[in-house]
């Protein structure tokens, strides 16, 4: 569903950065941004609803992902003219999907397929999506001005250790362990537990469980005073 050139680049762009506060306009993805308390204060009213609107649980994680992968990623919405690699690839995605399920849509028929193909595709995306944003929005991870942003604390620091049960961590390729992934993407992702096991320091990032993975979802806005992520409810009584 993903053209990969595109993808490629956006990833890359993730990890110059991730948790960066001053780095939230320069069209990198919502999942890698984060604004400020302050300045989402300072918001016109129109834009603060965007926002609101935008990094609300339920639209962040439910609604935008099999939007994203479904319709969003069938265009270059995001890809310069003269990046013509880029652009090919999402034409050559595409032209393999219309293959792929015209020719199940034929076998099979076309509603048969839709109604199997399309709930889990979304479902896909949906757990694909929160597994990998909601390991830079826990509470605790840090988040940096860009004078302060380095790579190594951004790695250890602004992103998790999200400890899914033994089963799921195999199902998911060990990405619970983003931290790793963020302080060197080269090191395969089945050889990222046993580098956990090896080195001691690595133990001591941000943790989340899965129920706080699930409650991590609400957190929206990064508060300089307290030094940590807090939800919309918060930072409005704070205001109060």
């Known amino acids: 569903m993903t053209p990969y050139a595109s993808w490629r680049r956006q990833h890359a762009g993730h990890h110059t950065m991730w948790n960066n506060l ?29 926002y609101r609107i935008s990094h609300d649980p339920l639209v962040m994680n439910l609604l935008l992902p099999p939007f994203i992968f479904i319709l969003l990623y069938r265009l270059p919405f995001d890809t310069p003219k003269e990046q013509r690699r880029e652009r090919r690839s999402v034409l050559v995605a ?3 999907l219309v293959a ?34 909601v390991q830079h929005k826990g509470e605790s991870t840090l988040w940096a001005r860009e004078e ?4 190594e604390s951004a790695a250890l620091e602004g992103s998790t250790w ?4 033994r ?10 362990l983003h931290h790793l992934h963020h302080l060197n993407p080269r ?13 001691p320091a690595l133990r001591q990032a941000p943790s989340l469980t899965l129920r706080g993975g699930l409650a ?25």
């Open 94 to 96: 595409n032209l393999a």
């Open 187 to 199: 090191i395969p992702n089945y050889r990222l537990q046993r580098c956990c096991e090896a080195i």
């Open 22 to 50: 001053d780095r939230h306009d320069t069209g990198v993805d919502i999942y890698s941004t984060c604004l400020i308390v302050a300045e989402y204060r300072a918001l016109p009213r129109w834009r603060r609803l965007g």
């Open 100 to 133: 792929l399920f015209g020719g199940l849509g034929l076998v099979l028929g076309f509603c048969e397929v839709l109604a199997v193909q399309l709930p889990v595709i979304a479902l896909a995306a949906i757990i694909g999506v929160w597994l990998f944003s």
């Open 162 to 165: 999200l400890r899914l049960p």
């Open 216 to 240: 991590a979802m609400r957190y929206a806005l990064w508060d300089e005073g307290l030094q940590r992520m807090v939800t919309f409810r918060a930072a409005g009584r704070a205001a109060a």
């Open 148 to 151: 302060g942003w380095t790579r």
């Open 167 to 176: 089963l799921l961590q195999w199902f998911t390729g060990n990405i619970g």
